[in-house]
């Protein structure tokens, strides 16, 4: 089910974005695929998303918000082929293994960190950025991370973020 999933939804913003200049009823039905399949797969977020995407091409109206909800439902699905990479090999992650795909900079590290340590907000969009490749070091510290820069507990954020920091290898 997960492949098949996969399969069909991985090009989506591609195929919304061709489907939109070519009909705007094939937008619809493909946005309302995406709703619907995700929606049973419990996937609230790419849920939510393709509901709004639907709601509005079926109203006529272009959202201002398309293109953003487009690289959100990307991003979305980086996570999801990074996760399902892992669970179709059975393998655990390897916290010191970096691919091409997931190498992380020691600058990408020191922003996030800069922002994290003043407490700025645009640590969200930094660690949205970052988040596939901090994600492969420590799941549960990487969504703990999230939850705490939402919340705007950056004290929390900073202990978490050196948990994380601590397993990162810089090749020199």
């Not at 090009?11 to 709703?35: C, D, I, M, N, T």
């Not at 892992?86 to 190498?103: C, G, H, L, R, S």
């Not at 020191?110 to 700025?120: R, T």
């Not at 070091?137 to 920091?165: C, H, N, P, V």
């Amino acid at each position: 089910l997960l492949e098949s999933f996969r399969e069909s939804f991985a090009s989506f913003p591609e195929k919304l974005s061709s489907a939109e200049k070519e009909s705007g009823e094939q937008a619809v039905r493909l946005a309302h695929s995406l709703k619907g399949v995700s929606g049973n797969l419990g996937i609230d977020k790419v849920h939510l998303i393709a509901k709004d995407i639907e709601d509005a091409m079926k109203s006529g109206k272009k959202t201002e918000d398309l293109q953003q909800q487009l690289e959100e439902i990307e991003h979305w699905f980086s996570l999801f082929n990074a996760q399902y990479e892992i669970w179709n090999k059975k393998q655990p992650i390897d916290a010191v293994k970096q691919t091409e795909d997931f190498e992380i900079q020691r600058e990408d590290m020191e922003s996030l960190a800069s922002l994290i340590n003043n407490y700025d907000p645009e640590a969200s969009k930094e660690l949205i950025r970052l988040e596939t490749s901090l994600f492969r070091i420590d799941e549960d510290a990487t969504a703990s991370l999230k939850q705490a820069i939402k919340g705007y507990d950056f004290e929390a954020a900073q202990s978490i973020f050196e948990t994380i920091t601590e397993k990162v290898v810089f090749d020199e």
